[in-house]
Nanobody, 124 residues
Framework: VQLQASGGGLVQAGGSLRLSCAAS????????MGWFRQAPGKEREFVAA????????YYRDSVKGRFTVSRDNAKNTVYLQMNSLKPEDTAVYYC??????????????????WGQGTQVTVSS
């Protein structure tokens, strides 16, 4: 299983970025997909998750109303649209697939395959 995240970069506060995560080697459409982030010196934290059907979508409180997670199972790709970015959003962002047939989890330990991460830097 491989996950390839892309779309990170440097943006000013208030700007937008769209992250993509392309998956291969697994029946992508069967699994909960998650986005996490990790800032220097901090633990990896949950950002958003989307169920296999797209019917269940979850966000951490600090990104609600600014970030949108979506998926295209035909393209084996999950997206994270990030608007109104803030300096505190600066981190390496990771996509991951959940174990088994979970419908929701914010716990990184419940995700078994991870992408390599893409850096998002928001300047003030």
């Amino acid at each position: 299983v491989q996950l390839q995240a892309s779309g990170g970069g440097l943006v000013q506060a208030g700007g937008s970025l769209r992250l993509s995560c392309a998956a291969s080697g697994r029946t992508f459409s069967n699994y909960l997909m998650g986005w996490f982030r990790q800032a220097p010196g901090k633990e990896r934290e949950f950002v958003a998750a989307i169920t296999w059907s797209g019917g269940g979508i979850y966000y951490r409180d600090s990104v609600k109303g600014r970030f949108t997670v979506s998926r295209d199972n035909a393209k084996n790709t999950v997206y994270l649209q990030m608007n109104s970015l803030k300096p505190e959003d600066t981190a390496v962002y990771y996509c991951a697939t959940a174990r088994g047939y979970l419908n929701y989890s914010p716990n990184p330990q419940d995700y078994d395959y991870w992408g390599q991460g893409t850096q998002v830097t928001v300047s003030s």
